[in-house]
């Protein structure tokens, strides 16, 4: 354990800081050991070959707005505890594609971005108009993101946005408004995507805020096929997206694959339910005919995932032997207002499943369910839920199902 102060005269306070200082064949690191002595090394390297020296992680940057729809005040207790830090971080936006709102960053963290070329990162955006914005985050500080985004942009960074679309206060006018000046960004605003504001039964003193329903969001889609078939045509891309979320609430169908594009927001819950479908269109291939020995499956959704998995059940059904279900699960821990598979906890599917039928022989959960650790959002192990289960065989997502098979 050392404390690494210096690589070639800089100063490194991340990994971020490293990685873009030890790009050279010669490094002059000063470190310091334990006992606080200071050290000097000349290390002589292939210039793409790392220190092979790993940081501890650094404390991010913490949000200080307020914003009316934020979810983590909408959030009960007893979760996953990083749930509840709501952090403001570009390094994490850089790493990790968090979003950020950039209406607190300093002169010197906009000069590092640029420098090092932090790119993309993925900006809150949700209103253009100052004053509107300022309501959203709940801030009264005027931060003009549009000027900062320019800037940034004109230092070689690119940019991805979101809108959070909350119902009779930034859409309307408002989200032209805003769409046009994100616009006038392109390319460096690589993509725009509008995303219904997420509210659960947790909102009690919270600002009072409208639901998406299936006429506002049947409305919205058709409000704007127009302008995304003209940026398509014009710029071969379609740039500005809407969440699978609102097609689902529509009852309409999903747009083709190509409209995605690269699916750049695919983490935002969009283009989630075609690439889903392409995924598994691709693995198909791997199905087997017919089982040796006849088996019931039964896969996990939220409320919403009964559209999305009609095609995988009907094909999985035409396996001989094989009898397919879903369940769907009620969000008791957020609501009913959550119906999206992602927010299940591991106790809602637990409780449903103790009220459904006889015992499947194999029981499919998303993969979106569980985080990096193996844990659901409300802190239940992946291991823990397996136990309760016995005997009955649990996997993870379609690969995991496929082995099994």
């Given at each position: 354990?050392?404390?690494?102060?210096?690589?070639?005269?800089?100063?490194?306070?991340?990994?971020?800081?490293?990685?873009?200082?030890?790009?050279?064949?010669?490094?002059?690191?000063?470190?310091?050991?334990?006992?606080?002595?200071m050290h000097r090394l000349l290390?002589?390297?292939?210039?793409?070959?790392?220190?092979?020296?790993?940081?501890?992680?650094?404390?991010?940057?913490?949000?200080?707005?307020?914003?009316?729809?934020?979810?983590?005040?909408?959030?009960?207790?007893?979760?996953?505890?990083?749930?509840?830090?709501?952090?403001?971080?570009?390094?994490?936006?850089?790493?990790?594609?968090?979003?950020?709102?950039?209406?607190?960053?300093?002169?010197?963290?906009?000069?590092?971005?640029?420098?090092?070329?932090?790119?993309?990162?993925?900006?809150?955006?949700?209103?253009?108009?100052?004053?509107?914005?300022?309501?959203?985050?709940?801030?009264?500080?005027?931060?003009?993101?549009?000027?900062?985004?320019?800037?940034?942009?004109?230092?070689?960074?690119?940019?991805?946005?979101?809108?959070?679309?909350?119902?009779?206060?930034?859409?309307?006018?408002?989200?032209?408004?805003?769409?046009?000046?994100?616009?006038?960004?392109?390319?460096?605003?690589?993509?725009?995507?509008?995303?219904?504001?997420?509210?659960?039964?947790?909102?009690?003193?919270?600002?009072?805020?409208?639901?998406?329903?299936?006429?506002?969001?049947?409305?919205?889609?058709?409000?704007?096929?127009?302008?995304?078939?003209?940026?398509?045509?014009?710029?071969?891309?379609?740039?500005?997206?809407?969440?699978?979320?609102?097609?689902?609430?529509?009852?309409?169908?999903?747009?083709?694959?190509?409209?995605?594009?690269?699916?750049?927001?695919?983490?935002?819950?969009?283009?989630?339910?075609?690439?889903?479908?392409?995924?598994?269109?691709?693995?198909?291939?791997?199905?087997?005919?017919?089982?040796?020995?006849?088996k019931t499956i039964l896969l996990?959704?939220?409320?919403?995932?009964?559209?999305?998995?009609?095609?995988?059940?009907?094909?999985?059904?035409?396996?001989?032997?094989?009898?397919?279900?879903?369940?769907?699960?009620?969000?008791?821990?957020?609501?009913?207002?959550?119906?999206?598979?992602?927010?299940?906890?591991?106790?809602?599917?637990?409780?449903?499943?103790?009220?459904?039928?006889?015992?499947?022989?194999?029981?499919?959960?998303?993969?979106?369910?569980?985080?990096?650790?193996?844990?659901?959002?409300?802190?239940?192990?992946?291991?823990?839920?397996?136990?309760?289960?016995?005997?009955?065989?649990?996997?993870?997502?379609?690969?995991?199902?496929?082995?099994?098979?």
């Amino acid at each position: 354990m050392f404390e690494l102060l210096s690589v070639n005269g800089h100063k490194v306070s991340d990994n971020i800081d490293l990685r873009f200082h030890q790009s050279d064949d010669l490094l002059d690191v000063v470190y310091k050991d334990r006992a606080g002595k200071m050290h000097r090394l000349l290390i002589e390297k292939d210039y793409d070959d790392p220190l092979g020296v790993v940081l501890e992680e650094p404390k991010f940057h913490s949000c200080g707005n307020k914003c009316i729809f934020c979810f983590v005040d909408q959030m009960p207790r007893g979760m996953r505890q990083a749930l509840y830090f709501k952090d403001e971080d570009y390094r994490l936006s850089f790493l990790y594609g968090n979003y950020i709102t950039l209406s607190n960053i300093g002169r010197s963290d906009l000069e590092r971005i640029k420098q090092q070329r932090l790119s993309p990162l993925y900006i809150s955006v949700h209103a253009t108009e100052a004053g509107l914005r300022q309501r959203l985050l709940g801030s009264r500080r005027d931060d003009d993101i549009l000027k900062i985004m320019k800037d940034l942009i004109a230092g070689g960074i690119e940019l991805h946005t979101q809108i959070v679309l909350c119902p009779g206060i930034n859409d309307g006018r408002h989200l032209k408004k805003s769409l046009s000046d994100l616009l006038k960004l392109y390319p460096g605003v690589k993509s725009i995507a509008v995303v219904p504001v997420g509210l659960t039964k947790h909102r009690q003193k919270l600002y009072p805020l409208r639901a998406i329903t299936k006429k506002y969001s049947q409305q919205l889609i058709e409000e704007y096929k127009r302008l995304q078939r003209q940026l398509r045509q014009r710029f071969k891309k379609t740039i500005l997206y809407f969440a699978d979320e609102f097609y689902l609430n529509a009852g309409l169908d999903f747009p083709a694959s190509f409209w995605y594009d690269d699916y750049p927001q695919l983490d935002n819950g969009v283009g989630m339910v075609r690439d889903f479908w392409n995924c598994f269109r691709a693995l198909s291939s791997d199905l087997p005919p017919k089982l040796k020995r006849g088996k019931t499956i039964l896969l996990i959704s939220g409320i919403s995932g009964a559209k999305v998995l009609r095609p995988v059940v009907a094909r999985l059904n035409r396996i001989q032997g094989l009898k397919c279900e879903t369940l769907l699960v009620e969000n008791g821990l957020f609501g009913d207002t959550v119906t999206v598979s992602g927010l299940l906890s591991g106790g809602d599917i637990l409780s449903s499943l103790k009220t459904g039928k006889k015992d499947p022989d194999l029981i499919v959960l998303p993969e979106n369910l569980l985080n990096r650790e193996g844990k659901f959002i409300d802190d239940l192990s992946l291991g823990e839920f397996k136990r309760r289960l016995k005997p009955v065989k649990v996997v993870v997502g379609l690969e995991g199902l496929i082995k099994k098979l």
